[in-house]
């Protein structure tokens, strides 16, 4: 039976969802600065196995959820649902407009920080309301709830694995921008989740 749903929370993941197309449109889209996780990976495995990214991506993505799903239960799935669904059409949305800051991309720096916080309040929202929008989130989820880690612990550990095995084939400079966003990003998911929130509050 599929888990009844508060409308607090989903409002508030659509939310974090629609901050994070938001921010992934008019500045990582154009920046050239990546996140870790399963974005990292798929990009990994196309440049040095030649597996297309629509793929690997499924795959990945399929897997986290499915996780996220054993460790979590049917309220993750169902939020994950309602985050994801309103990442999809948010982005679908702004791609409709012209990028708001074609600057940037000449900017990595400042697309770097500028492109953290909306990913990192972005998805801590959506966190917050007990979905992931994307994989990465899926398994960060999962990880912080096996291990008791902190969720930006969990972001920081598998993002970290991904951008190491990306130098082997990115420039430097962009591994130290993309490491920068997702460490940022990372602090401010946790942030996000636990403000204002009793340390044993549940969703």
């Known amino acids: 039976m599929f888990p009844k749903l508060k409308a607090k929370n989903c409002m508030l993941a659509v939310l974090g969802s629609a901050i994070l197309a938001f921010g992934l449109y008019n500045i990582h889209a154009l920046s050239g600065v990546t996140e870790g996780g399963v974005l990292g990976m798929t990009l990994l495995l196309h440049h ?54 074609p600057q940037l991309a000449n900017m990595p720096l400042a697309a770097a920080i500028l492109g953290a916080l909306f990913v990192g309040i972005g998805v801590g929202l959506s966190v917050r309301a007990g979905g992931a929008p994307g994989g990465d989130d899926a398994l960060a989820m999962s990880i912080s709830h096996i291990l008791h880690w902190k969720i930006e612990t969990s972001y920081l550990i598998s993002d970290l694995v991904v951008l190491v095995l990306s130098a082997s084939y990115l420039p430097l400079p962009r591994l130290l921008y993309s490491l920068c966003t997702v460490m940022l990003s990372g602090q401010l998911i946790g942030l996000v989740q636990r403000v204002g929130r009793h340390p044993t509050e549940s969703n």
């Open 48 to 101: 040095w196995f030649d597996i297309s990214p629509a793929v690997s991506s499924f795959i990945m993505n399929a897997a986290c959820y499915l996780l996220g799903w054993k460790m979590l239960g049917k309220e993750f799935i169902g939020y994950s649902l309602v985050a994801g669904s309103g990442f999809s059409v948010c982005y679908a949305v702004f791609e409709q407009f012209p990028p708001l800051w």
